[in-house]
């Protein structure tokens, strides 16, 4: 009798830290990581990219955030040259809209730019 009371009560705990974890909209996370990248789909959304019908783009973009809270894009892995310098020129120097990130971290992040 011990063993199943001691089994429920591990099982209620389980199924309850699983809910908690899992509580939230993504889109309001408090996780300055994903607000980043948030931030970063938003700098790269509007482009003028003509790709062929199932041609994506992608890149994995290496940055850091300076002590002004700026974004200052280290490296930009990709094939495609015009892809690189986009990315630059969108990211570099733009604030950063969180201000619990922390400066001098490098973060990576994927990109794909779809047709």
Do not use: W
Not at 59 to 74: G, K, M, P, S, Y
Not at 91 to 113: C, F, S, T
């Amino acid at each position: 009798m011990k063993k199943i009371s001691l089994l429920l009560v591990a099982a209620a705990l389980l199924i309850s830290g699983n809910v908690m974890a899992t509580e939230g909209d993504p889109g309001t996370s408090t996780d300055p990581e994903s607000k980043i990248c948030t931030q970063i789909g938003d700098l790269l959304d509007n482009n003028s990219f003509e790709l062929q019908e199932d041609g994506d783009l992608t890149a994995f973009v290496r940055f850091t955030v300076n002590d002004h809270h700026e974004i200052v894009v280290l490296s930009v892995d990709t094939d495609n040259d015009r892809l690189e310098g986009f990315v630059k020129a969108r990211l570099n120097y733009n604030k950063v809209a969180d201000q619990n990130v922390k400066e001098g971290r490098i973060y990576y992040v994927p990109i794909r730019i779809r047709a």
